[in-house]
Nanobody
Framework: QVQLVESGGGLVQAGGSLRLSCAAS????????MGWFRQAPGKERAFVTA???????YYADSAKGRFTISRDNVKKMVYLQMNSLKPEDTAVYFC???????????????????WGQGTQVTVSS
């Protein structure tokens, strides 16, 4: 059974940092690309960042320079380090996995097969 379980969300002041984690199980983690998406209230789920099986990374413009994605294939974990957080970063953050080769900074939800349940990130001003 495939599972993606996010953790690490919470409430933080603007300018602060959070580290999200995603624990994966039930599939061959090392060959999958892993992504983070976010969904703010009233908005569509949007791409944030992704890391391929070869550790190539992709970032949406909103995440460049502030967010860092990483993965640990032994622990089957993917992380999202978020620094210099802004109120507009407030959203539910979702971890996702895909076995297909996805590239670029405009990745879509339909590119990804497996999804976690999400973790809430709230940035106060």
């Amino acid at each position: 059974q495939v599972q993606l379980v996010e953790s690490g969300g919470g409430l933080v002041q603007a300018g602060g940092s959070l580290r999200l984690s995603c624990a994966a199980s039930g599939f061959t983690f090392g060959i999958y690309s892993m992504g983070w998406f976010r969904q703010a209230p009233g908005k569509e789920r949007a791409f944030v960042t992704a890391i391929s099986s070869s550790r190539t990374t992709y970032y949406a413009d909103s995440a460049k320079g502030r967010f860092t994605i990483s993965r640990d294939n032994v622990k089957k974990m993917v992380y999202l380090q978020m620094n210099s957080l802004k109120p507009e970063d407030t959203a539910v953050y979702f971890c996702a996995a895909t076995a297909t080769r996805v590239t670029g900074t405009n990745q879509q939800t339909y590119d990804y097969k497996y999804w976690g349940q999400g973790t809430q990130v709230t940035v106060s001003s």
